[in-house]
């Protein structure tokens, strides 16, 4: 029997500002990539969202971005590799000490938006990144694209990578996502992302936006928590997979 994590981006109210349903979303999920302030959430959210993830037995991962609250971290910086490293350490070691006071534990690390499309492309970030996780605690998953510089930098530096797909993204030729800024980026319909998902899980492969058939490895499938449609999209993932015989779980949270 196949299984698969299914990872969500959680935590990403800000102040009086509330987005997504955490509570609701993590009754469906394997594992949730908690916004450690940078480009979204703050240091009450990131309180409450890791107790909710500990009553409910969800891992629990970073979600580091760069700071970017007003274009929640979607917004590509020019940021230099060195100051990368710093935020990305910054952030795991705030929700460390976070974590750490409900005696539950950071298992893995997923860069947010613009700092996870510029490390899946750009040499030198996708280093800084997997620097900063192997020098916090070498025993943090990654989490990256396929074939990715950021999966290429994890590896070389002997760091765990899990190779991450996306149920409600569109995917290009190369492999990528397809950028925010084109309007066929999103997938709205929640059956149609249920089958991208297993397609990509039981045969490894995803069509793209001009019909191609790229080849992809699905360790753990990502939902992003802060559409309106959320909740929908994991109760038809989680509903779909068990019927195609696929287990949600994952592999590295010791549970």
């Known amino acids: 029997m196949t299984k698969v994590d299914l990872n969500c981006d959680l935590g990403e109210s800000y102040g009086i500002f509330k987005l997504g349903n955490d509570e609701e979303v993590l009754q469906y999920v394997s594992s949730a990539n908690v916004a450690c302030g940078f480009h979204a959430g703050d240091h009450n959210v990131m309180n409450h969202t890791v107790q909710l993830a500990k009553k409910y037995g969800v891992s629990i991962g970073a979600h580091p971005g760069f700071l970017d609250l007003h274009g929640f971290g979607r917004r590509e910086m020019n940021v230099p590799p060195n ?5 990305v ?3 795991i070691g705030a929700l460390q000490a976070v974590a750490s006071i409900h005696n539950v534990s950071v298992n893995h690390v997923k860069p947010h938006g613009a700092l996870y499309n510029l490390a899946a492309k750009n040499k030198e970030v996708a280093e800084a990144v997997a620097e900063a ?10 989490f990256a694209l396929p074939n990715s510089q950021l999966m290429k930098a ?3 530096r ?5 190779s991450e797909v996306f149920a409600d993204r569109t995917y290009q030729p190369d492999g990528t996502l ?4 084109m309007p066929n980026a999103m997938i709205h319909d929640s059956e149609e992302a249920a089958m991208q998902v297993i397609k990509m899980v039981t045969e490894g492969k995803v069509t793209a936006v001009n019909g191609e058939q790229v080849a992809v490895e699905a360790n753990t499938i990502c939902v992003h928590g802060d559409g309106p449609k959320a909740l929908q999209f994991v109760m038809q993932l989680k509903q779909t997979l068990e019927e195609h015989n696929v287990i949600i779980e994952n592999n590295w949270s010791g549970a």
Do not use: H, M, S
């Not at 397809?178 to 800024?181: E, I, L, S």
């Open 154 to 156: 994890g590896k070389d």
């Open 133 to 142: 996780v192997k020098q916090v605690n070498p025993n943090l998953v990654l």
């Open 89 to 91: 350490v910054y952030q």
């Open 158 to 162: 002997g760091v765990k990578v899990a």
């Open 83 to 87: 100051e990368i490293f710093n935020l």
């Open 178 to 181: 397809t950028p925010r800024t």
